[in-house]
């Protein structure tokens, strides 16, 4: 079975940077789609980006546009979320998911991944 694991989260001041790594292990991911999700306090996950099976095509909600890059190293089997300029809006436990997906036009929806990681926990606060 498919197993991801985050990494990377903790206490950042604004205006600060972090980068999130998912590792994939136990199942062959070189044709899964990954995506970025986030849930704040007291709100519904969100997506934030995703990014195709061959790493060509990514897409990303508007609020990280121009801040945050999707990234994957298929070689090592992790997908990595550079955030910059990071804002208290930010914070969130930041989740992982995969699967065998193709990206067109928009990240699939939450419902349509079927592997998930634990979360990590990103806090930005002075």
């Known amino acids: 079975q498919l197993q991801l694991v985050e990494s990377g989260g903790g206490l950042v001041q604004p205006g600060g940077s972090l980068r999130l790594s998912c590792s994939a292990s136990?199942?062959?991911?070189?044709?899964?789609?990954y995506g970025w999700f986030r849930q704040a306090p007291g709100k519904e996950r969100e997506g934030v980006s995703c990014i195709s099976p061959s790493g060509g095509v990514t897409h990303y909600a508007d609020s990280v546009k121009e801040r945050f890059t999707i990234s994957r190293d298929s070689a090592s089997h992790t997908v990595y979320l550079q955030m910059n300029n990071l804002s208290p809006e930010d914070t969130a436990v930041y989740y992982c998911?995969?699967?065998?997906?193709?990206?067109?036009?928009?990240?699939?929806?939450?419902?349509?991944?079927?592997?998930w990681g634990q979360g990590t926990q990103v806090t930005v606060s002075s």
């Open positions: 136990g199942f062959t991911v070189d044709n899964y789609a």
């Open positions: 998911a995969a699967d065998r997906l193709l990206l067109y036009r928009r990240c699939p929806a939450e419902y349509e991944y079927n592997n």
